[in-house]
């Protein structure tokens, strides 16, 4: 079957730095996502990994590797604000998105 | 504003009543999606639509149903509702098919059916 894992929670201080993982276990891959989404709000999207490496996008980057079936998503200076679930998605080979269940992070000032 | 717009935002429901979950986008978008969002639980596929005119079946289609008449509406009908239906429905849509591409998302429909 086809798999995502993520913590299902995470707490982090105001001005830290906290990194999400995400573990996939598809049929193929074409692509991975991740989106925020507050609570009692649609999920909006933050990144797009294709390829391996890091993309940095302010103050979010999400690192891709393949080979290990395994992405990051890194959140620095971290916001009040930014107390939301992160979902990691990841489209298979049949271009089907399969969504992990999220990772609710809570931010302590 | 551009975007995705649903409605109801919240609805109670007798089970077996009928409810149709309207959804409407002004981006001309090309696909459109419908998935429910339970807790502990990863979004799941109900219905999909790729271009107007055609429709496909997700990960959880039955007892849902929808059409795609047109670019912009995307509307969800519970036939026959059920408890185990009482979910958050999230409407999307992509500029690009295969899922390629960064979904929109409608604010939900939260329902329960009691």
């Known amino acids: 079957g086809q798999n995502i894992d993520q913590p299902t929670e995470m707490t982090a201080t105001e001005g830290a730095i906290v990194q999400i993982n995400c573990t996939y276990q598809?049929?193929?891959?074409?692509?991975l996502f991740w989106y925020q989404q507050h609570a009692g709000e649609a999920p909006t999207f933050l990144s797009y990994?294709?390829l391996d490496g890091l993309e940095e996008k302010g103050r979010f980057s999400s690192f891709l590797s393949r080979s290990k079936g395994y992405s990051y998503l890194l959140l620095k200076e971290l916001q009040m604000k930014d107390s939301a679930s992160y979902l990691c998605a990841v489209v298979d080979s049949n271009y089907q998105l399969i969504w992990g269940a999220g990772t609710k992070l809570i931010i302590k000032p | 504003i551009a975007g995705i717009t649903q409605a109801p935002t919240s609805q109670i429901l007798a089970a077996g009543r009928r409810m149709t979950l309207r959804c409407t986008q002004d981006?001309?978008?090309?696909?459109m999606y419908w998935y429910r969002q339970d807790l502990g639980l990863g979004l799941r596929l109900i219905h999909y639509s790729n271009t107007a005119g055609t429709t496909g079946k997700g990960e959880v289609p039955d007892g849902y149903s929808v059409s795609r008449a047109n670019t912009d509406d995307f509307p969800l009908t519970l036939a026959s509702a059920v408890p185990s239906q009482t979910s958050v429905y999230f409407c999307?849509?992509?500029?690009?098919?295969?899922?390629?591409?960064?979904?929109?998302f409608g604010e939900g429909s939260r329902l329960t059916v009691l």
């Open positions: 999307a849509s992509s500029d690009s098919g295969g899922n390629t591409g960064e979904l929109f």
């Open positions: 981006m001309r978008h090309n696909a």
């Open positions: 598809t049929s193929g891959f074409n692509g």
């Open positions: 990994n294709v």
